[in-house]
């Protein structure tokens, strides 16, 4: 029983140091002195500025960041890192939100708000159902669906609109699809590693500033 004891005490304290090491790892020093409003508008800011940033490089093609034409879907990334650890209702109000504003830079028919608000919704689903892992290549896959999924979307959207032969949409989605798809997987881990890394960070800079005021 002695024996029990020891190893059950031990084991407590050593989950608990990892607990404090990790603390430690996801907080940024300096931060955890500002007052928790002044974090809060950090925040905004940095989440309002990566979404200008992700906007502004769709209209730009960086050599070698093609295929047959078609660059990575960023949108659909920055969607996809907000609601994997959100609910569904936030990850597609985020989504309907940018896929406004890419039509108002874009063109608003068919909208880009359906097939991003389905992506963060369906998103936030599968991490409150525990379906997915948080790690590179589950990202990788997660967006490389959820751009497919987008992809149909849009072209479902415009077989209905009647203006066009269904036909030639189809044939021509099949292209891009597959193109979007693996490019914008690829990019994935790259752009949803900073973004939740500073998330996590300053959340944790939020509860310990809380805890001081």
Known sequence: MKIQGFWSSKRKKSKSSRQKRKSKQNNIPFLSKWHPQALQILDWGVTFGSV???LLMLLTRFPGMELLGIG???LLIWVVAWS???SAFQGALAGVVLGLLQDAMTSPAPTHALSLGVVGLITGLMQKQRFIQEDFISIALIVF????????IF???LSLMGDRNPEDIWIYYQRIALASAILTSLWA???YYPLNLWWQRLKTAQQSATSKF
Do not use: D, H, Y
Request: glycine share 4%; charged share 15%.
């Open 72 to 74: 990575p879907n960023w």
């Open 189 to 191: 881990p790259v752009i």
């Open 145 to 152: 669906g959820m751009s497919a999924l987008a992809e149909t």
């Open 155 to 157: 072209a479902s959207q």
């Open 84 to 86: 994997v650890k959100r």
């Open 52 to 54: 200008v940033i992700f």
